[in-house]
């Protein structure tokens, strides 16, 4: 898949048809790993210690699905 990978939480929560509240569960509590699964915005931070992250659709893709299977998450059918 070419083009931009890297969604914000509001994209990736809507691409997966989860919340933003859930998809930052997952981060915090390390189902999503940094570096791999979400990275920290290269824009700037008005809070360090509360990073607006950046997520990687393909490699969380795999894992919401597996945490959710009953779930679909993409909406490439719509």
């Not at 699964?37 to 509360?50: F, L, R």
């Not at 990687?56 to 795999?62: D, R, S, T």
Request: proline letters at 6%; one cysteine or more.
């Amino acid at each position: 898949m070419f083009g931009n990978i890297w969604l914000s939480s509001v994209s990736a929560a809507e691409t997966f048809g989860i919340t933003e509240m859930k998809l930052s569960y997952l981060r915090e509590n390390g189902f999503l790993k940094p570096g791999i699964h979400w990275k920290s915005s290269p824009h700037g931070q008005k809070k360090p210690w509360n990073p607006e992250a950046l997520y990687n659709i393909n490699l969380c893709k795999k894992i919401i699905n597996k945490l959710y299977p009953a779930k679909k998450h993409d909406q490439d059918a719509a």
